[in-house]
């Protein structure tokens, strides 16, 4: 079950990585769990993949296993997939994540969202794995989902499953809302070149309400970092708050963009950028 020194590169949307030492593509939620045994016993480190669509790996690899939840278990399935069969029974409220690139494990643990809506909206409880093999089950508020955060980002877990409460809607309106939000995707945002979506988070004012929220590409494009590149990592031209694969860029090139752009919009208006990516160590 276990493949060793898999190249990382092929299982993220930037394209960017070394090796794994160690890849496995578990069937089965006990495969997980001999997994995350076999973690346990041989002191590896772990990573849980989904689609690789907010991740940024080292170009050093990871030295460890990464675990790929794939389409063996429902959350390894597409956010996509989820909203269309929820939009194929006249059911919505997430319907305005069409076109997020991930799964719907990954979209659970990050608290996808988009355009007013987001994921945990609509859950109503998320079974998970822990490391020890203990199956739980968590209601949406022991979820404790926020903006970009869950409580699984700081539990050693792998999603499992989830049920969600969706909201009885008329198909022609939630069709309508997806292609509305894949439209403005495809003009707002820079789907040629690989990227792993929005790089930073938009910071806070310190008032905890949703629309206080100033943009961080608002915060970027007005320094004037559009089009800034270190060797094949550029601030997109066309969106500032994704950082895009121009060819052969590598994790140093991208995280040395982030640093310039993290010191330059912190020089220009005092605001420390959070990153949204997540950056696998190890
Ligand atoms: C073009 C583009 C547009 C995007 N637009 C948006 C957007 O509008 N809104 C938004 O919120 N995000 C957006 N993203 C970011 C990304 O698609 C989402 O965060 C998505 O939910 C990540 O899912 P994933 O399966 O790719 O997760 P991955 O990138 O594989 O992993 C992300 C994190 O989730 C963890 N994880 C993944 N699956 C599991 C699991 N089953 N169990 C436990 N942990 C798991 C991983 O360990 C990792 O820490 C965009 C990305 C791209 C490339």
């Avoid at 003009?187 to 930073?200: I, T």
């Avoid at 806070?204 to 970092?225: K, M």
Wanted: overall charge positive.
């Amino acid at each position: 079950m276990i493949s060793r020194n898999v190249s990382l590169k092929k299982y993220n949307t930037f394209k960017i990585g070394g090796n794994a030492k160690l890849f496995a593509e578990p069937k089965t939620i006990r495969d997980i769990k001999d997994l995350f045994l076999f973690c346990r016993q041989n002191n590896e480190k772990f990573f849980i993949l989904g689609a690789g669509s907010n991740v940024l790996f080292g170009d050093e690899g990871f030295d460890g296993l990464v675990i790929k939840i794939g389409k063996h278990f429902e959350t390894g399935k597409s956010l996509h997939t989820l909203i269309q069969t929820a939009a194929d029974k006249g059911l919505g409220g997430i319907e305005k994540l069409e076109g997020i690139p991930g799964t719907i494990g990954g979209a659970i643990f990050m608290n996808a969202s988009a355009h007013g809506q987001q994921i945990s909206d609509c859950i109503e409880s998320v079974v998970s794995v822990t490391i020890y093999g203990e199956i739980i089950t968590r209601t949406k508020e022991e979820c404790k989902c926020a903006y970009r955060n869950s409580v699984f980002r700081m539990l050693d877990e792998s999603i499992l499953s989830a049920e969600f409460n969706f909201v009885p809607m008329a198909k022609d309106v939630i069709n309508k809302n997806r292609k509305e939000v894949l439209a403005w995707r495809r003009e707002k945002q820079p789907l040629k070149y690989p990227n792993a979506g929005s790089v930073f988070k938009n910071p806070t004012n310190n008032i905890p309400l949703a629309d206080s929220r100033v943009s961080a590409g608002y915060l970027i494009d007005s320094c004037g970092l559009k089009g800034c590149r270190v060797g094949d990592a550029q601030v997109s031209e066309l969106h500032a708050n994704f950082i895009v694969n121009r060819g052969s860029a590598t994790a140093k090139d991208v995280k040395a963009l982030i640093k310039k752009v993290t010191q330059t919009v912190k020089d220009a208006h005092g605001v420390d950028l959070e990153t949204e990516i997540i950056v696998a160590t190890g």
